[in-house]
């Protein structure tokens, strides 16, 4: 990273000053990726791909492979050569009809009191993911994010077909953070408040002016 979270925390007059949500677990209850796997692909093919990425699994148990070589296997074998314009559609669906049912009302309550406060507002909201932007989009728009917002995985194509690659990185972990300079850059940010809820947001709330972990889970936090 060309720089350290104890920067974004010291920036002093940073030029954008934003509040920044993790999604799966945070906003959500259960891992929306691997459900959309299971959604995109229908239970046989989802199931056959599985047994074929058991080895990448296991070399993962067994500490021969990172979360990033994971995550690049399984995109890969779900997604290389598939149509791009299959892929949104069935992200859109997902996103209307699937991810609602998974979503903590207090998570959501809050996103919406963030959207509506004059010091934060659509301008100032977040959400940095691991999962991939596709139906993270679709979400955030019907929830009043900006698409542009969303700072996910993202599915490497030819702008008709996925090639199974990620287009730069997995948004994951001290990637959160590196997420969050790209967006920004070349100017200077601040992320005065960040959610999350698992060791992949620790570096994002770290560098936080305030940072919430596993929040909602019992009740909303107040304003």
């Known amino acids: 990273m060309s720089e350290s979270p104890t920067n974004v925390v010291s920036q002093k007059n940073a030029d954008h000053e934003i509040v920044a949500f993790d999604f799966d677990g945070t906003i959500t209850t259960k891992d929306t990726f691997a459900l959309f796997l299971r959604y995109y692909a229908g239970t046989p093919r989802w199931l056959g ?8 699994f296991i070399s993962y148990k067994l ?3 990172d979360r990033h070589a994971v995550k690049a296997a399984v995109v890969h074998r779900f997604f290389a050569g ?3 314009e299959r892929i949104e559609s069935m992200a859109e669906s997902f996103a209307r009809d699937v991810i609602p049912r998974y979503i903590r009302p207090a998570a959501l309550a809050h996103v919406k009191a963030k959207l509506a406060d004059a010091n934060i507002g659509p301008d100032s909201l977040y959400m940095c993911s691991a999962s991939i932007g596709p139906y993270l989009r679709y979400w955030a728009r019907s929830t009043g994010i900006h698409p542009a917002h969303v700072m996910a995985t993202e599915l490497e194509s030819d702008g008709a077909t996925a090639s199974g690659g990620l287009k ?12 969050i300079f790209d967006q ?3 100017q200077s940010v601040k992320i ?27 009740s909303p936090i107040s304003n």
């Not at 730069?168 to 997420?179: F, S």
């Not at 919430?212 to 019992?218: A, D, I, L, N, T």
């Open 49 to 56: 791909n599985i047994a074929r990425l058991m080895p990448t």
């Open 63 to 65: 500490g021969r492979i």
């Open 82 to 84: 598939r149509s791009i």
């Open 168 to 179: 730069g990185y997995n948004v994951w972990g001290a990637n959160k953070v590196r997420r």
């Open 184 to 186: 920004f850059a070349p």
């Open 192 to 218: 005065l408040e960040a959610y999350g809820d698992t060791r992949g947001d620790w570096e994002m709330l770290h560098a936080a002016e305030a940072s919430y972990f596993r929040p909602f889970r019992v």
